[in-house]
């Protein structure tokens, strides 16, 4: 049997959870050609999940979804996990109160050497992005800030933050990445290609937002954010390489 060519890593986390649409669409449209990989909240998983992607096809493509900074990805939290919790009480129950806040780094970041990669997690398009390149990474797509929480959103200045608002944002993402990653896997896309086809949509779900939802007293955040989101978005490496080849 043929190497799935589409790799994608999910860390386990249940802020994260909504990211799964993206990866059952992925699966139902490509079927046998993904290989899903869930980051459970053990360091076994977390070892087994970098060995994967380090064999990964340079020829397919590895799609990552969870959260991250500037120089790093997260890896799996579990849900009882807290700042506050003691160390006895976390060696007692190690999974329980997982958390791996430094799972891929400039230290490990050359299991991406050689691949093309697809980074949906927060200011992937910075230090991260560029340790990648460094370890020669063929090409790599990252973003801006993307918050899809009212704690976030709040740090960002936003005073009176409604539910609306945090599930129109996980709407509007959901629905921007399954149709681009569809769309450019299926007609054999280059990153750049992709680029410029979430640029498309965004443009489309601003002037929807603004013109047909006149009702929603959010849109004009919503429409901030999304317009941040098209604009931040960076591809290190070769921008003209296929999703896919």
């Known amino acids: 049997m043929a190497e799935k060519r589409i790799l994608i890593v999910h860390p386990y ?5 909504f990211l ?34 380090s064999t990964h096809l340079s020829s397919g493509l590895i799609i990552f979804l969870g959260h991250g900074r500037s120089d790093k990805l997260y890896g799996s939290k579990a849900d009882e996990y807290s700042a506050f919790v003691s160390a006895d009480a976390v060696a007692e129950f190690p999974e ?95 990153f750049e290609q992709l680029q410029n086809l979430i640029d498309f949509i965004i443009n489309q779900r601003i002037s929807d937002i603004l013109i047909n939802q006149k009702e929603f007293k959010d849109r004009y955040t919503l429409t901030d954010y999304l317009y941040f989101l098209k604009k931040d978005i960076k591809i290190k490496g070769n921008k003209k390489l296929k999703l896919i080849e």
Not at 13 to 17: G, M, Q
Not at 27 to 51: A, G, M, R, W
């Open 13 to 17: 986390d249940k802020t994260t959870s």
């Open 96 to 190: 329980k109160y997982y958390y791996n806040d430094n799972f891929i780094n400039e230290a490990n970041v050359e299991i991406f050497s050689g691949k093309k990669v697809f980074c949906l997690a927060c200011n992937s398009n910075d230090k991260i992005a560029n340790y990648a390149l460094d370890k020669e990474v063929k090409s790599f797509l990252g973003f801006g800030d993307i918050p899809t929480s009212p704690e976030e959103l709040i740090d960002d200045g936003i005073e009176n933050v409604s539910k609306n608002i945090v599930k129109s944002m996980k709407t509007e993402l959901i629905y921007i990445i399954k149709r681009s990653l569809v769309n450019g896997i299926a007609k054999n896309f280059t």
């Open 20 to 53: 799964d649409r993206i990866k059952n669409h992925l699966q139902t449209i490509f079927e046998n050609d993904v290989h899903y990989f869930s980051v459970k909240p053990n360091d076994e998983s977390h070892n087994q999940c970098l060995e994967r992607i």
